[in-house]
């Protein structure tokens, strides 16, 4: 299997616009996780899915963000409209089960400028 | 809500030495713990994960324990070397299905 996959690995973006970033878990995993990473805060839990449905988003910031998991291999986390802080690397994982491991994407840097 | 402190924040060694990261969280009812190594602009790679019924685990020159009860954990790493470098983090996560939360990280530094 190829991980998981993220893209697009960077976008830069202007005030305002809408920013999508995506993600491919492992085939087969049956949990997703988003992640935003900042110097000042670490990685901070933005929702996670399981089994496609979304079943903790208390970490997304404010109602401009959004996520969707429309089936099993594809996840997206949407910003509209982006502020320059929402700067930062979007990480997304995915886990198969309760007892096994964590594998993290490579990750998105935001610029929001 | 699980609060995840790594001590110390940043370590730097000469090559060759043993160290050890701590890792301590505040509830201690935690399912399983898992310890990732972060290289600068690069994703998180999966070091350890420790499972709800063990105690600890090795992996080469790493190990890992966990005392939940009093809720720690350390990743000892042996024969440190340059390639070594890298941040380390550690990431318990609660009941069955839930999430993991992360503490800022160690940030190791070996010196050749």
């Known amino acids: 299997d190829a991980g998981v996959i993220q893209s697009p690995r960077h976008e830069v973006t202007e005030m305002g616009q809408e920013v999508t970033l995506r993600c491919k878990p492992i085939s087969g995993h049956d949990y997703l996780f988003w992640y935003r990473q900042t110097m000042m805060r670490g990685l901070e839990l933005l929702i996670y899915?399981?089994?496609?449905?979304?079943?903790?988003d208390s970490g997304m910031p404010e109602d401009r963000f959004s996520a969707k998991m429309p089936n099993a291999s594809f996840s997206t986390l949407k910003i509209q409209p982006s502020e320059p802080r929402d700067s930062a690397v979007y990480f997304c994982?995915?886990?198969?089960?309760?007892?096994?491991?964590?594998?993290f994407g490579q990750g998105t840097r935001l610029t929001v400028v | 809500k699980q609060e995840v402190t790594q001590i110390p924040a940043a370590l730097s060694v000469p090559e060759g030495e043993n160290l050890v990261l701590n890792c301590s969280f505040t509830?201690?009812?935690?399912?399983?713990l898992q310890w990732f190594r972060q290289d600068p602009g690069k994703g998180l790679t999966s070091l350890l994960l420790i499972q709800s019924s063990q105690r600890e685990q090795t992996s080469g020159r790493l190990n890992a324990s966990l005392d939940k009860s009093s809720g720690r954990s350390t990743l000892y790493i042996a024969a440190s070397q340059p390639g070594d470098s890298a941040t380390y983090l550690c990431?318990?996560?609660?009941?069955?299905?839930?999430?993991?939360?992360f503490g800022k990280g160690t940030t190791l530094s070996v010196s050749s």
């Open positions: 990431a318990p996560w609660g009941q069955a299905g839930t999430a993991l939360i």
């Open positions: 509830d201690s009812a935690i399912y399983n």
């Open positions: 899915f399981n089994n496609n449905v979304p079943i903790d």
């Open positions: 994982a995915s886990r198969d089960g309760t007892n096994t491991e964590a594998f």
